[in-house]
Every structure is written in C-alpha cells, then in structure tokens.
C-alpha cells in the first residue's frame, strides 16, 4: 500500500525558513516522479516543485529561488527546504506521486486520482 506521510509545518515569520519532508512506504522513490503541491484557502492545488530520478526537475515561478526539492533514498523522503519564506507562502502542503499520469499537472484537485497524496502539512508565514 502506498503511503504518503507528510511533517515539518507550522508557523513561522516572514524571511524565515521551514523544512518539510514526505515520507514515502510502499514504493521506492526511484521508481516514480514526486512534487510538492500546495493549496491556499479558496484556491486550486498549485505545483510547487518536482523531482524526477533524484534530481530537482522543476520549481513554480513563484519559488524565486527559495526552496530546494531534495531526496534520501536510505530514508525514502523527499523534502523540500524553504527560506526566505513570504506571508503569500501560507497554504497547506501536499506530497504527491504519480499514479497515472505522465507527468505533474501545474493546478489540479488535492485529490485527484492521478496521484497518490499525503494528508498534508500546513505552513503559514506572518509579516
């Protein structure tokens, strides 16, 4: 059974910096693509950064350079380190695995089929 186990969160000011991790069982991060999502209240569920073979393969605009999508295989985690952080970051974050689709859509629903999801980690940035 896949399970998708995201921690790290939690409230911090402006300029600051979070790590979060997902912890993955029931695969092996070598065998599929991985992303961090998040979703702001009344938004859709925004991409944030992925990570295809071990390496960082994609950041949103939005990132700026900010955060840094890493892996342990030993661990089976993925994190990703964010500074820098800004109030417009607040959102719950969401760990993700394909499924079946090709590659991470840019939005999408927090429960779309197309993969599997942790139950998300919420980090929330005040000025």
């Known amino acids: 059974e896949v399970q998708l186990v995201e921690s790290g969160g939690g409230s911090v000011q402006a300029g600051g910096s979070l790590r979060l991790s997902c912890a993955a069982s029931?695969?092996?991060?070598?065998?599929?693509?991985m992303a961090w999502y998040r979703q702001a209240p009344g938004n859709e569920c925004e991409l944030v950064s992925t990570?295809?073979?071990?390496?960082?393969?994609y950041y949103a605009d939005f990132v700026e350079g900010r955060f840094t999508i890493s892996r342990d295989n030993a661990e089976n985690t993925v994190y990703l380190l964010m500074n820098s952080l800004k109030p417009e970051d607040t959102a719950m974050y969401y760990c993700?695995?394909?499924?079946?689709?090709?590659?991470?859509?840019?939005?999408?629903?927090?429960?779309?089929?197309?993969?599997?999801w942790g139950l998300g980690t919420q980090v929330t940035v005040s000025s």
């Open positions: 993700a695995a394909i499924r079946n689709i090709i590659s991470f859509e840019s939005r999408t629903s927090c429960t779309s089929d197309s993969y599997f």
């Open positions: 029931g695969f092996t991060l070598d065998d599929v693509g």
């Open positions: 990570i295809r073979r071990g390496s960082p393969y």
